[in-house]
């Protein structure tokens, strides 16, 4: 079964007025990384909960993915110390999770989740100061460890329930869950991005080597999970090109509001600009899945500084 958000994606952004694609850039990077030695970033085991307990990496894993969104402010930008050492974003909640999980490993389940007060889980944040939906991330985390236990019994069940198919896992996710399920409409239309949804998916294969619960037939399903950082080294490299009204919008930090025409726009044309990277780079002999293409695009996004800012949108769907 097709993956309805490179259908949705593409159909985007053959309407696009905001965003649009560059398809000379696309073929020029192509032709940069096949002709050099390009790598696939491992997954960052370091960075996360590392346990032989499937069941804790499990239920550490559903609840990162619940909570990884909206970690920009401008105002105050949340922080957090591991191990004498700041972090920001999404290693920040990778890495207070983990910690959570390392020192109360009676604790460190979804079961008990589903009462956890906000005063604790205002803690595990190291108190969530300049962190946005504060309030919202605990009533996610509660609602989706609630559902897991109540059908399935567990993240395990949930997962074993899919037989190792992607094309049934993500929209499961989105389908079961309510703060993943990431849809919106455009000029009437149904779109599907799904950011949280895939991103768990590959989270699942990362943290466990592709092996066991982690084993899928189809990676082929997943795109690129359409979220801040991906769009702006698009952005930068010249292969999203922007309305003036929108890059003006950017450059001020104006936030764009979640739904809108430009965000969608900027979106859809993250998904599509890498599927077809992805194509120009197996057409030159260098076959990765598209969700690889993203991590590429990911890490060196942490790596190279941009002029331009990413563009600021709340929600807590990425």
Partial sequence: MGNPVRKTAFWVARQAKNAKINREKINALAAKWAA???RVPPWPKKMHLETKNKKALLDYLILLDSLNFCFWSKKERWLFIYRGRTYNGYFALSLALKKFFEENPEKGSIDYFPEISFKEFKAILGGGKGLLFLRERWRIARAVSRILLKKYGGVEKFILSVGGRLSVLVPKIAGELFSFNDVVRYRGKKVYLWKRAQITAADIWGAF???????????????????????????????LEYSEKLKNKIERRTIIPAGSEEEIEIRAATVAAVELLRKELAQRGKRLYPFQVDWILWDKSQRIKMKSPYHLTKTWFY
């Fill in 36 to 38: 050099g030695d390009l």
């Fill in 209 to 239: 080597g592709g092996r066991g619960i982690g084993h899928f037939q189809d990676l082929d399903y997943l795109t690129a999970f359409a979220d801040y950082k991906l769009p702006q080294i698009l952005y930068f490299w010249g292969i």
